[in-house]
């Protein structure tokens, strides 16, 4: 009968623990599925890679950008996706992020299928649970359409002084 009771004590916990990591599993697969709908929803590239700068999530709006299926650019790397002296910059500018462990923001020029595209990304250390840099992230806008204008505005504002100091030398004249 005390065989009988320790078996049965010994299920009984292995029972609890065993639903313990059920409910673990649960809510990290929750968390999961909420960090994949953010992800997707946004309009901004979202991107991680691994150490040696493979891609290990890849979002729908960075597909959309670089005309290709998840399928196609996971386990890649930059090489997979952008021309050759591009891919070498995001590569080593991958690098320097890992080295420094510090979230760096810059505009990257890129060449995509739908043209010249201007980001400004926004590039940090990937920490595992431990602490420990396990490879980057980054969060990448389209900020093209603004540096057109912002470019179109500074064309018509050297104009305009142009104009003002053609003006002014008239006057004194």
């Given at each position: 009968i005390a065989n009988t009771?320790?078996?049965l004590l010994r299920q009984h916990t292995?029972?609890?623990?065993?639903?313990?990591?059920?409910?673990s599993q649960a809510g990290?697969?929750?968390?999961?599925?909420?960090?994949?709908?953010?992800?997707?929803s946004s309009e901004d590239a979202i991107f991680a890679k691994d150490k040696e700068g493979k891609y290990i999530l890849?979002?729908?709006?960075?597909?959309?950008?670089?005309?290709?299926?998840?399928?196609?650019?996971?386990?890649?790397?930059?090489?997979?996706?952008?021309p050759p002296g591009q891919a070498q910059m995001l590569m080593e500018l991958?690098?320097?992020?890992i080295a420094s462990n510090k979230v760096e923001t810059r505009e990257e020029y890129l060449t995509l299928p739908s043209g010249d595209r201007v980001?400004?990304?926004?590039?940090?250390?990937?920490?595992?649970?431990?602490?420990?840099?396990i490879g980057i992230f980054g969060i990448s806008r389209d900020i093209t359409d603004f540096k057109r204008a912002e470019?179109?505005?500074?064309?018509?504002?050297?104009?305009f002084r142009a104009l003002v100091e053609q003006s002014l030398a008239g006057i004194y004249i």
């Open positions: 009771g320790i078996i292995q029972l609890q623990i065993a639903e313990q990591v059920r409910h990290r697969l929750q968390a999961l599925q909420l960090l994949s709908a953010i992800a997707d890849f979002n729908r709006a960075a597909c959309q950008f670089v005309g290709k299926p998840p399928e196609e650019i996971l386990g890649q790397d930059d090489l997979a996706i952008f991958g690098r320097q992020v980001f400004l990304a926004t590039k940090g250390p990937l920490q595992g649970s431990d602490g420990e840099v470019a179109g505005l500074q064309e018509r504002e050297g104009l």
